[in-house]
């Protein structure tokens, strides 16, 4: 299927384009400024599909609303009719279409256009009025306070909040691609349609997540990033960081048993570290009332020794970097890491709380 994107250079086309060329079955014709008038003819005219997302919002003169929004899309249109192209046509408008201003008028008649289009030859036409729209690749400083906001945040400049209160409807840009793969797949009904994943916050909630992803290297404590709303942001502030800044040192505390670095901690579901054990060396020696810890050795040999702090019971358990296994530590059990190999012992390690000197729950005892 041959795919024309108009806008190809913007921050949704540059999106689109990437997810489109994943799939073999597309291929994928850029229309941007740079396009020549031959080039822009020869791709409508054996274009299978249409994205239209170029489109003027920030002119110096409002008479180019009419013209990047309105004339553009009446010379798309008459251009697929004249090669009888009667092809499918995605639109990406904005919510703006619906409010009594220059730029919200000039969508509102580029619909129009697209629609009339669809009625006269039959083509299939999808209209997304889309709100505010952010993820990798958005140009900070223009129209979107979400670039701007983690552009700044992650290279130490002011962000400015007029109200942080004010409230925004956003959609991720994972999310509009994957809906309008949908549309190719047969899955979407024609006419007015919506990305269906929005979210529903303030301007002020916003920044004061994304300022939580900056601070997360200093104290190590992570958000809930795996899932809505912080993973888009989370996923869309790491995309404005400077290739020098891709990794960052953490604290790392030697003495002659070996190293103990803390790498990540989470409010609900404790921290990760690892240590490492020189040959011989012998680790532990306490035991936890509430504390839990999963063991998991990286390089070396380890035997791990218990002791049932009430019966005097013992167990013990010998694993290596070879064969990978969980050793879980148990409440009233004290217990201790011995380097049984001959290289240097490594030991990735979670517990289930964040370390709180002030009330460590780490009792010493004898394995």
């Not at 505390?253 to 103990?260: A, L, P, Q």
């Amino acid at each position: 299927m041959k795919i024309v994107v108009t806008g190809s250079n913007g921050f949704i086309g540059k999106n689109l384009c990437a997810t489109l060329r994943e799939h073999d079955q597309y291929e994928v014709y850029e229309v941007n400024r740079d396009t020549s008038e031959k080039d822009f003819q020869s791709y409508l005219s054996s274009a299978d599909f249409l994205f239209h997302l170029a489109g003027v919002n920030r002119p110096e003169e409002t008479s180019e609303f009419v013209i990047g929004n309105v004339d553009l899309t009446l010379r798309i249109v008459k251009t697929l009719q004249k090669f009888k192209r009667n092809i499918p046509i995605v639109f990406s408008s904005s919510v703006q279409a619906e409010q009594d201003n220059p730029y919200g008028k000039s969508k509102l008649e580029a619909e129009e256009v697209i629609q009339n289009y669809s009625k006269s030859t039959g083509a299939l036409h999808y209209i997304y009025r889309l709100p505010n729209v952010f993820g990798k690749w958005c140009k900070p400083n223009y129209n979107s306070f979400i670039a701007t906001f983690c552009n700044n945040i992650m290279n130490g400049s002011e962000i400015s909040i007029n109200n942080p209160n004010s409230p925004v409807n956003l959609v991720y840009i994972d999310d509009v691609c994957a809906s309008w793969l949908k549309i190719l797949a047969g899955k979407v009904k024609p006419g007015f349609n919506e990305v269906p994943v929005v979210f529903n916050t303030t301007v002020g909630e916003v920044a004061d997540i994304i300022g939580s992803f900056k601070a997360s290297q200093t104290t190590l404590i992570t958000e809930p990033v795996g899932v809505g709303l912080y993973r888009a942001l989370y996923a869309t502030y790491l995309s404005y960081t400077h290739p020098k800044n891709f990794s960052y040192k953490l604290v790392s505390h030697t003495d002659e048993r070996g190293v103990f670095c803390e790498m990540l901690k989470t409010h609900n579901s404790g921290q990760f570290s690892f240590f490492t054990a020189h040959p011989g060396v012998t680790r532990g020696g306490h035991y936890h009332h509430t504390k839990a810890e999963k063991f998991l050795v990286i390089k070396g040999k380890a035997k791990f020794g218990f002791r049932n702090i009430l019966t005097g019971e013992k167990h013990s358990i010998t694993t290596s970097g070879d064969n990978p296994e969980i050793v879980d530590t148990v409440p009233g059990w004290s217990h201790d890491i011995t380097n049984v190999g001959s290289d240097d012992l490594m030991v990735m390690l979670w517990a289930n709380e964040i370390f709180n000197p002030e009330k460590p729950d780490t009792q010493a005892a004898i394995v």
